[in-house]
């Protein structure tokens, strides 16, 4: 009978929670006592790494994201948003809205992956102000900025004025910040030529970066090749430069290597821009900050098998979870390869724990990383090597384009790139909304689905 079904829930569709999935119907496949629901936000997979390419318009934005229901097989799959999470009752609860019933989800297993949100660290300002690069709307809405700024600046008459639509600030210089930073140089530069008062030393792109260098994780060498890179192709970068403020002109900086009695200049200035885009850092979403588990930073802490403290059968995977790189003690980069590794070591474990075998620790052996910096060159450190220029480039492609989980995807997006050879990018303006703050539901009923 259904109710004696044991039910594996699963909170978020993105890298960690869908994976996991994935390895759950490998591992009950056709075991009639096991239920697997999957709940998310959205009815699909979201493939970040190609986020900015759907932000400069060389790949179509339906084309990073594939359906759930089109991935998985035997899941019975909840788009919804999750309210709270009861994890004494073993219950999870679903916002309703106008439209759609809000739902109680009764689990006797739970994994929780409902990945990140930007961070603003507080700064009000910049969250009411900047663009974002985070979900399908943000890249679309980026776009859409960059071509409605072109059109404002090539009939512009004051100078000043010009030169601040044409001033675009990226936040951030790790790989959303320098992938964004040099998609949007190259869709600036292609398309200018449609622009005929428009030069190109009106164009500017900067990235503000905190730290010493851009990039953290690669070798020194490997990120001061992208430097380089970078400001061959125009792209100015600002190291050890903090963002203090922005109203939607004006961006305030602070550099933060400056003498202390100032003979090194001054530690506070601006830049005119009407354009920001903060790819700064990722916090973990309200519902797991205000969640009943125990957090640090707002991520789950879990054990070595990825286990939530004090909540035996719930598991953490992925951005919303804590789990410390035993070589540095510090937390593991919020990356989609490591959340994939999570995610198969949780289904492995509450496989085992359902059929009392013994649960496997998580250990991350990271299999490199690259990185695109802008027309056919990238980085990349593989396999115990370092390579940058058009090889890493080549491998970036290749290798993201294999884990592209669906084959008319993977084709779409190299067409996508084919045709990016062969013709000039689409400069028109679709007009959508921005993002509106967080809404907040009104639940109309609540109904428990055992019954
Ligand atoms: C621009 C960009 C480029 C990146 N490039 C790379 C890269 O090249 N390589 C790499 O390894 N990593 C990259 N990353 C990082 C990578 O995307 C994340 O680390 C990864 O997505 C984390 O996976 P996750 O499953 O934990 O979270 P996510 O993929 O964010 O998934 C979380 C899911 O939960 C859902 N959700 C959230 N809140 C709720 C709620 N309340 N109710 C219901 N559902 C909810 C969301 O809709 C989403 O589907 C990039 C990220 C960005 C933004």
Redesign the pocket.
Same mark, same amino acid.
Request: charge should be negative.
């Given at each position: 009978m259904a109710r004696n079904k044991k039910k594996i829930v699963i !909170? +978020? &569709? &993105?890298?960690?929670? !869908?994976e996991c999935t994935r390895k759950l119907e490998q591992y009950f496949k056709d075991n009639s006592e096991i239920e697997i629901v999957l %709940?998310? #936000? @959205?009815n699909f !997979? *979201?493939f970040?790494?190609m !986020?900015?390419q759907v932000a400069s318009g060389m790949i179509e934005t339906r084309h990073i994201v594939m359906p759930i229901r089109t991935i998985t097989k035997q899941v019975i799959f909840y788009e &919804?948003? %999750? $309210?709270n999470i009861d994890p004494y009752g073993k219950i999870v609860n679903?916002w309703g809205s106008g439209s759609k019933r809000g739902v109680s989800l009764h689990y006797d297993f739970l994994v929780v992956? *409902?990945?990140? #949100?930007t961070n603003f660290f507080g700064m009000n300002d910049l969250e009411k102000n900047a663009y974002q690069? $985070?979900t399908l709307n943000d890249a679309v809405m980026v776009r859409n900025r960059i071509i409605d700024m072109l059109e404002q600046a090539e009939n512009e008459t004051n100078p000043i004025l010009k030169k601040s639509l044409l001033t675009f600030v990226i936040v951030g210089g790790g790989?959303?910040g320098i #992938?964004?930073a040099g998609e949007i140089m190259d869709l600036l530069l292609d398309v200018r030529k449609y622009y005929p008062n428009i030069k190109r030393e009106d164009v500017r792109v900067i990235v503000l970066e905190a730290l010493p260098n851009i990039l953290p994780g690669f070798t020194e060498s490997l990120a001061g090749f992208a430097q380089e890179k970078l400001t061959h192709h125009g792209i100015e970068i600002k190291l050890q430069t903090a963002v203090t403020s922005f109203d939607g002109d004006e961006v305030m900086i602070k550099k933060l290597d400056v003498d202390k009695d100032m003979t090194n200049g001054s530690a506070i200035s601006s830049i005119q821009s009407k354009t920001v885009i903060w790819?700064a850092g990722?916090t973990p979403?309200?519902?797991i900050k205000r969640s009943l588990f125990k957090t640090d930073k707002g991520k789950i802490i879990v054990d070595q098998n990825l286990e939530v403290i004090d909540f035996p059968g719930v598991f953490a995977? +992925? @951005?919303?979870?804590l789990f410390l790189d035993p070589k540095t003690m510090k937390p593991y980069a919020?990356?989609?390869?490591?959340?994939e590794a999570q /995610?198969k070591v949780a289904a492995n474990n509450l496989h085992a724990i359902i059929r009392n075998k013994e649960k496997t620790k998580f250990v991350y052996e990271s299999k490199g990383?690259? /990185?695109i910096i802008g027309k056919r060159t990238g980085i990349a450190s593989f396999l115990g090597m370092n390579i940058h220029g058009i090889l890493a480039w080549i491998l970036w492609r290749n290798l993201?384009l294999s884990k592209i989980p669906t084959w008319d995807k993977r084709l779409r997006v190299f067409l996508d790139w084919t045709i990016d050879i062969l013709f000039d990018r689409d400069i028109s303006r679709l007009k959508f909304m921005r993002r509106e703050p967080e809404k907040e539901y009104k639940v109309l009923d609540e109904v428990d689905d055992v019954w």
């Open positions: !909170l +978020g &569709g &993105g890298f960690a929670g !869908l %709940v998310s #936000e @959205d !997979l *979201l970040t790494p !986020l900015p &919804g948003r %999750v $309210k679903l992956a *409902l990945g990140s #949100e690069m $985070k790989f959303a #992938e964004t790819t990722v979403v309200n519902t995977i +992925g @951005d919303c979870a919020p990356t989609a390869q490591i959340a /995610a990383q690259m /990185a993201y």
